[in-house]
């Protein structure tokens, strides 16, 4: 597993490190909520990213860490776990044939933003993705599975429990990774975030500043 994780993470770090470049501060929203993917996480933490580092930058990181878990646990599964690998690829089955689903499909960097931002006030109303979802009628669906036996229930639980153990392990292993990259992470934050950051709160203290306000010195 070492060999495996240490290459995905070093891939993973090296795509976030193609997209620093590209980011750009957002000024068009603000979060209602705290991101749960990336507050207090141990991933944000290990790359060093935890401190004045915006939350669109943190977050790129923490969910290309979280692609490289689940392609381990699905590995895992695929592998160890024939109930719950069974479970889930009937699932997968199911979710494929029902209405859109807007946040699937997306960059690791979107994946798990809120895809409608403030409708503007003068704004024409079209629709937002989250009515989208919705909209559209339901194809052929699967029919559910014949429900499953006590001892199905309690061996499907057994393999979840062996799957949740076998990715807090990965993650792990991810963290201690992630700390030998710490150099050209922040390599990369001073070079190409730190400066659009400390430009956009120039350009703040610039639009509030006022004449009629006393000036020290």
Request: proline residues 10%; glycine residues 6%.
């Given at each position: 597993?070492?060999?495996?994780i240490e ?70 599964t695929d ?139």
């Amino acid at each position: 597993m070492d060999g495996s994780i240490e290459s995905r993470v070093s891939q993973e770090v090296d795509n976030w490190l193609r997209w620093v470049p590209r980011w750009r501060p957002g000024t068009h929203r603000g979060r209602a909520r705290l991101c749960r993917q990336c507050f207090g996480s141990p991933f944000v933490a290990a790359a060093g990213l935890a401190t004045d580092v915006p939350h669109a930058v943190q977050h790129a990181l923490s969910m290309r860490m979280k692609l490289v878990i689940d392609a381990a646990v699905d590995e895992y599964t695929d592998r160890n776990l024939p109930l719950l690998s069974r479970e889930l690829q009937a699932n997968e089955a199911r979710k494929a044939a029902t209405e859109y689903r807007p946040t699937e499909g997306l960059d690791p960097e979107f994946k798990g933003l809120d895809l409608d931002p403030p409708a503007a006030p003068d704004a024409p109303y079209l629709f937002t993705f989250g009515e989208l979802a919705n909209a559209e009628e339901p194809a052929d669906v699967p029919p559910p599975p014949p429900p499953l036996s006590l001892e199905e229930k309690a061996a499907i639980r057994a393999e979840l429990k062996l799957a949740d153990d076998y990715a807090t392990l990965v993650g792990k292993r991810i963290c201690v990774e992630l700390v030998l990259h710490r150099d050209r992470i922040h390599r990369a934050v001073t070079a190409f975030v730190e400066p659009q950051v400390k430009a956009l709160l120039a350009d703040l203290e610039s639009a509030l500043d006022s004449p009629l306000w006393p000036r020290g010195g």
